[in-house]
């Protein structure tokens, strides 16, 4: 199919992780149950093309979502259950899920790919040293470095940006700024024509077990585990929900809000603005109810 033969790989599971992390040593992701959930039929070949396609439709077919810490469940990284809760279970997820599972397609496509940390220094008090509690990934094309992010939540670039300092970068939706200084790239995104710092990182490649050492205090962070988080990307707007309010942002238009009081209000967001398909755990009504008893106090 597309290219790849005419073996099809079926089902959530091809191939068994090596190791508690399995990332893609010995398991092969489902490309074409991937491709059918993101809504992509293009040319697989490893080209800026490709690259740009697969980096628009992720972020707007798979959300950003922290159901899991919020419930108690944990966030586990290895491929095969990344792709049955993001692909399969039609879940998403947060950061280091979604670039860990669209490292692994990128790979599997023949793309040259690393793995980096990252400091969130958006929402970050300042004077505060942020830790690192992002990842991004870089991907060569013919030579040329590009950024790739589709787990940044309510500000995920629609778009691949070229590591090229201080040049702004038009997307689909805001434009984007990357500029370096001693071995740091800082990026920046310009919302209602002022630059906001998101996030800085360096080329240093992250390891998988370092990966894991990240989640893990990610998955049990306060922020995480009380915070209600949702996001998803549509060609022309955002849509981001934070405990119980709905941001919905249309660049070089006034951003819209709308305050939800019920558990049956967030979960028809979580459904239906989101695209979520909410999991059968009983832990889930009782996370949110907590959410709507913070928000009307």
């Not at 709308?258 to 909410?278: F, K, P, Q």
């Amino acid at each position: 199919m597309r290219g790849r033969g005419d073996k099809l790989r079926y089902g959530p599971h091809y191939g068994e992780p090596e190791s508690a992390v399995g990332m893609s040593v010995a398991f092969k992701p489902n490309i074409d149950a991937y491709f059918e959930r993101i809504g992509f039929a293009g040319s697989i070949a490893p080209t800026l093309e490709t690259l740009s396609q697969l980096h628009a439709l992720h972020p707007a077919a798979i959300p950003y979502e922290n159901l899991n810490p919020l419930m108690g469940a944990p966030v586990r990284l290895d491929l095969p259950n990344l792709q049955q809760k993001l692909v399969f279970d039609r879940r998403g997820g947060y950061c280091f899920e979604h670039n860990t599972l669209f490292r692994a397609i990128l790979e599997d496509l023949d793309f040259e790919v690393k793995m980096h940390g990252a400091r969130v220094i958006w929402g970050t008090p300042e004077g505060e040293e942020p830790p690192l509690r992002h990842i991004v990934l870089t991907a060569d094309v013919s030579g040329v470095s590009y950024l790739c992010d589709v787990g940044f939540g309510g500000l995920t670039a629609t778009a691949p940006l070229r590591m090229r300092n201080g040049a702004e970068q038009a997307t689909p939706l805001e434009p984007y700024r990357l500029t370096e200084t001693d071995g740091v790239w800082l990026v920046e995104v310009q919302v209602e024509g002022e630059w906001l710092k998101l996030y800085d990182f360096t080329l240093a490649e992250l390891g998988d077990e370092r990966l894991i050492e990240l989640n893990d205090i990610a998955d049990s962070s306060v922020f995480f585990t009380t915070e209600l988080l949702a996001a998803r990307i549509e060609k022309t707007r955002r849509l981001a929900l934070g405990n119980t309010r709905l941001n919905i942002h249309t660049p070089g238009q006034p951003s819209e809000a709308r305050l939800l009081g019920s558990v049956a209000e967030l979960r028809e967001v979580l459904t239906g603005t989101m695209g979520i398909a909410l999991p059968a755990d009983e832990r889930l009504d009782a996370a949110l109810q907590k959410i709507v008893d913070r928000g009307a106090a």
